[in-house]
C-alpha cells in the first residue's frame, strides 16, 4: 500500500511512527530497576582499577578487588553539610554518601525530598580505591578520623579535613564545600601507593527510556563521549579530559579539571553500566559537583560545566535552542507561557518552508485524479509510467519532492525541542496556569493530552491528501487517538509544545488554503 503514497506522506508516517515506536519502547519495555536483597554478609566485591606503572603508555584493566566492609561504620556519618540547596553526608570511609536536595521543587512521589544516591550503588563520590589489593581491603575496614563539628550549617564556603591511618601509607582528605553544591577535594598519599578516586555512581533518580543516562567524559581536545547504560564494553581510559561525569535524566555527580586535565579510567560493572574513576597522584586536586544539570548554576561555577547537560544527536541545535528559552523565561517569568512563545517563534523561523511544503502538497493533491489515472494506465509498464508522471509534474509546474524536503530540514529542529523539554530540569516543579502545577510531570486531568489529540484531528481535516487507500486512511484517522494515549504521560512541557504546535500547524493551514484557492481563482482569470 505505502507505493501509492506521496514522498511527503511517507515521511510523516515515519516521523510518526518512529515516535510511536519509542513510546512503546518506554511504555511497555523500560528496564525496571532490580530490587535490592540485603545481606548480612561482610563481603563485597568492588571493581577496582589498575594501571600500568608507565605513565607515557598508561592503560588500564579492571582488577577484581575483595574487601571487607564492616557494617558497624561503612554507612555511618562522620560528618552532615546542611545548607538552604542540599544536605551532604560523608560517612566514615570518606566518601559522599548521600546527598539530599532542600529545595521545594526537589520532592520524590511520596512527597519527600529527593535523595540523588542508591545506597547499594558503588561506588560513592570520592570513594578511593588502592591498586594493591592487600591495602584496597584494608582502607575499607578503616574509618577515617575528622576533628570538628559533627553538623556544619554552610553560610559560605567550608573546608574540612579528614585522615585515614592505614600503617603504611596515609590518606588525607581536605575537602572545601560551597553553597551551591560544587566542592574542591585536595587528596594526599603519603608514600604515593597508587590508587584512584571515582565522582561516583551516578544519580538514580530520574531514569527511563526518553532520556540518555549513564556516562560523560568531556575529553582534552573538547570531544564529548558519552557511555550511556549498557554500553561499557571494557576498561578504557582517556588522558588529561576536562570533565568526568555520570548522570541520570535532571542529575549528575562529577569531576573535572579544566586547567591540567585528568586521566579518567571506565570501567563497567555487571550490566555494563559505565563507573568512573580518576588516577590519584600523591597530591591530587580536582573540582567536583553534585546536584541538579540546572543551566545557570552550572554556568555560574564555570560556563565549560554546562557541556555536562546533553541533549542526544542533535545537542548543536538543542542547546541554542534552550539558552532562547531561558532568555524568554527571564523575560515573561513562566517556563510554560516561555515554552509557547518559543514554539510560536519557531514556526515563524520556519515558515518559508512551511510554506513551500504545503503548496507542494496542495498542487499534489489537485494532481491526484490524474496520476491516479496515469497509474492504472501504466500500471505494467514502469518505465512509461515514470516518463508520463515526470512529463505531469513538468507541466504543472510540481515537485514531487517539494512537500518532502522543507519537512525533512524541519525533523532536527523537532527533536531538538523534544530533547530540550524532556531534559531540562528547569520545568520541574515551574507551574503554567491553574491544574498544571509541574511541567516536568504529566497533566494530572489529562485535559492538555485530550487537546492536542483534539487539534491534531482537527489539523488532519483540513490537510489536503491524496490517500485513497482505506487502509492508510484507517491509519491516518487513528494516528490523533494512539497519540493522546501516549501523551497522557508525557511531561506537560512538551504536551504543550505539541497542541501549541497542532494550534499553530492549523493557523498555517488556513493561511495556505486560502493563499491556494487564491491563486488558483487568479491562473483562471488568466
Given at each position: ?23 512503546v519502547y518506554d511504555y511497555f519495555f523500560m528496564p525496571k530497576p532490580t530490587p535490592v536483597t540485603e545481606t548480612n554478609s561482610s563481603q563485597t566485591t568492588y571493581q577496582a582499577p589498575a594501571a600500568k606503572s608507565d605513565t607515557a603508555t598508561q592503560t588500564a584493566s ?465
Amino acid at each position: 500500500m505505502f507505493e501509492k503514497m506521496s514522498n511527503g506522506q511517507r515521511l510523516t508516517l515515519a516521523m510518526i511512527l518512529s515516535l510511536v515506536i519509542l513510546m512503546v519502547y518506554d511504555y511497555f519495555f523500560m528496564p525496571k530497576p532490580t530490587p535490592v536483597t540485603e545481606t548480612n554478609s561482610s563481603q563485597t566485591t568492588y571493581q577496582a582499577p589498575a594501571a600500568k606503572s608507565d605513565t607515557a603508555t598508561q592503560t588500564a584493566s579492571a582488577t577484581s578487588v575483595r574487601s571487607q566492609s564492616s557494617s558497624t561504620f561503612d554507612n555511618t556519618v562522620l560528618v552532615t553539610i546542611k545548607s538552604p540547596r542540599f544536605e551532604l553526608f560523608i560517612d566514615k570511609l570518606g566518601r559522599i554518601s548521600q546527598v539530599i536536595l532542600e529545595e521545594k521543587k526537589y520532592k520524590d512521589t511520596e512527597g519527600k525530598q529527593i535523595e540523588l544516591f542508591a545506597k547499594e550503588k558503588l561506588p560513592k563520590p570520592l570513594e578511593v580505591r588502592f591498586s594493591d589489593a592487600e591495602l584496597n581491603a584494608k582502607a575499607f575496614k578503616t574509618p577515617y578520623s575528622y576533628n570538628g563539628a559533627e553538623v556544619i550549617d554552610l553560610k559560605g564556603k567550608q573546608s574540612i579535613t579528614i585522615t585515614q591511618e592505614l600503617g603504611e601509607e596515609r590518606v588525607t582528605k581536605k575537602i572545601t564545600v560551597y553553597p551551591d553544591g560544587h566542592y574542591e577535594v585536595k587528596v594526599e598519599v603519603a608514600n604515593g601507593h597508587k590508587y584512584f578516586i571515582s565522582p561516583g555512581y551516578r544519580p538514580n533518580v530520574r531514569v527511563d527510556g526518553y532520556t540518555v543516562h549513564g556516562a560523560l567524559i568531556k575529553e582534552a581536545d573538547g570531544t564529548i563521549t558519552i557511555i550511556e547504560d549498557g554500553d561499557a564494553k571494557g576498561t578504557e581510559t582517556f588522558h588529561k579530559a576536562r570533565i568526568a561525569a555520570a548522570f541520570d535524566r535532571y542529575y549528575a555527580t562529577f569531576f573535572y579539571n579544566l586547567a591540567n586535565g585528568m586521566d579518567v579510567i571506565v570501567t563497567k560493572d555487571a550490566e555494563e553500566n559505565p563507573i568512573l574513576f580518576v588516577q590519584g597522584a600523591k597530591d591530587l586536586q580536582l573540582g567536583g559537583y553534585v546536584g541538579p544539570k540546572e543551566y545557570e548554576l552550572l554556568k555560574s561555577i564555570n560556563p565549560e560545566l554546562t557541556d555536562v547537560i546533553e541533549y542526544g544527536f542533535f545537542t548543536f541545535i538543542a542547546k541554542p535552542m534552550f539558552k532562547i528559552l531561558l532568555a524568554i523565561y527571564h523575560w515573561v517569568g513562566n517556563w510554560g507561557w516561555a515554552i509557547v512563545i518559543l514554539t510560536i517563534l519557531i514556526r515563524i523561523v520556519l515558515f518559508p518552508l512551511t510554506l513551500k511544503g504545503m503548496l507542494s502538497m496542495q498542487k499534489m493533491k489537485d494532481l491526484a485524479p490524474k496520476i491516479k489515472e496515469i497509474q492504472q494506465k501504466y500500471k505494467g509498464d514502469p518505465q512509461k509510467l515514470n516518463a508520463h508522471m515526470m512529463q505531469l509534474y513538468k507541466k504543472h509546474n510540481v515537485n514531487p519532492m517539494g512537500g518532502c524536503l522543507p519537512m525533512l530540514l524541519q525533523i532536527p529542529v523537532f527533536f531538538a525541542i523534544y530533547r530540550v523539554l524532556l531534559n531540562a530540569i528547569e520545568l520541574k516543579g515551574a507551574p503554567w496556569i491553574l491544574w498544571i502545577t509541574d511541567l516536568s510531570q504529566k497533566d494530572p486531568y489529562f485535559v492538555l493530552p485530550i487537546l492536542m489529540g483534539a487539534t491534531m484531528y482537527l489539523h488532519q481535516k483540513i490537510t489536503p491528501n491524496t490517500i485513497t487507500d482505506p487502509t492508510q486512511k484507517k491509519i491516518f484517522e487513528w494516528l490523533p487517538i494512539v497519540f493522546t494515549f501516549f501523551f497522557l504521560t508525557f511531561p506537560a512541557g512538551l504536551t504543550l509544545y505539541w497542541f501549541t504546535n497542532n494550534i499553530l500547524s492549523i493557523i498555517q493551514q488556513l493561511i495556505v488554503n486560502k493563499i491556494f484557492e487564491a491563486r488558483k481563482i487568479a491562473t483562471k482569470d488568466k
